[in-house]
């Protein structure tokens, strides 16, 4: 596991990034998610990078306000009442090859994913054609289907918690049916890298075809 450590932001920095961060109010989350209801976010911020990530948390920490990850919205029901305090969309969408293995960012969408890893001939992740969501929200639920999860693909994430990036293992993420460890211990899926096979593109693509 190999950390790293952030830099604590002080207050008036926080209360500074409230406002350059982009962070908007009272923003209506129906649209976020897959079932299109509940109410406003307090605080609603769309993160483009990891860094984006981690300050939008930190503020929110050093401004003692509560704070919620938003993946692609497809297993959330958010209540009239809407959330009081910072809702943080995850819309980092980096995403590259090396050898048979893909590194990509937590935002990416899976059938973005499915897409990529076809276009370099890489294959093993068909199962999850059809599955709506980002790769944080498949590796936090550990998504699946057809017998398959998605943590079985896992091969690392970097993680961040408490103020340092963390690396973990596919052992240290402890997949389990539907979860994996970051459900009872926090943490803040940042980028993971997933073991695929060689493919061809053609093969794939029947294979998606007959799931969807
Ligand atoms: C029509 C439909 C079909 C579906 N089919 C399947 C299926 O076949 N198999 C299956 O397993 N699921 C299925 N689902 C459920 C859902 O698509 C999955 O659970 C999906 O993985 C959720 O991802 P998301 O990005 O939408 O997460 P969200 O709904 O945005 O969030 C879900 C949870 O993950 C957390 N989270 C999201 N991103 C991160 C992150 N970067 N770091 C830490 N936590 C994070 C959120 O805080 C939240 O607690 C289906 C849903 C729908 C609507």
């Given amino acids: 596991m190999e950390i790293r450590n952030f ?9 500074k990034n409230l406002m350059t961060l982009k962070i908007q109010e009272n923003i209506p989350l129906a649209p976020y998610t897959t079932f299109k209801i509940g109410g406003p976010a307090k605080y609603f911020f769309i ?4 860094e984006d990530i981690i300050n939008a948390i930190e503020t929110a920490q050093e401004l003692k306000l509560p704070y919620y990850i938003l993946g692609g919205g497809s297993n959330l029901l958010v209540s009239d009442n809407g959330y009081d305090g910072l809702v943080i969309k995850v819309a980092t969408a980096g995403c590259c090859q090396k050898e048979n293995m893909l590194l990509c960012e937590a935002g990416l969408s899976l059938s973005q994913l499915i897409m990529n890893a076809q276009k370099v001939g890489l294959g093993g ?10 790769v944080g929200g498949a590796v936090y639920g550990n998504a699946g289907a057809w017998g398959r999860e998605f943590g079985e693909l896992v091969q690392e994430a970097d993680i961040y918690k408490e103020g340092q990036i963390k690396k973990l293992s596919q052992a240290d ?40």
């Fill in 47 to 50: 993160a483009q990078t990891r």
């Fill in 7 to 15: 830099k604590y932001i002080p207050m008036k920095i926080a209360l």
């Fill in 125 to 134: 992740m068909e199962f999850m054609a059809g599955i709506p969501g980002t």
């Fill in 173 to 212: 993420l402890g997949f389990v049916y539907r979860g994996c460890a970051l459900k009872k211990s926090g943490g803040v899926i940042l980028n993971i890298a997933i073991m695929l096979i060689k493919r061809r593109a053609q093969d794939i693509q029947k294979e998606v075809v007959e799931i969807i």
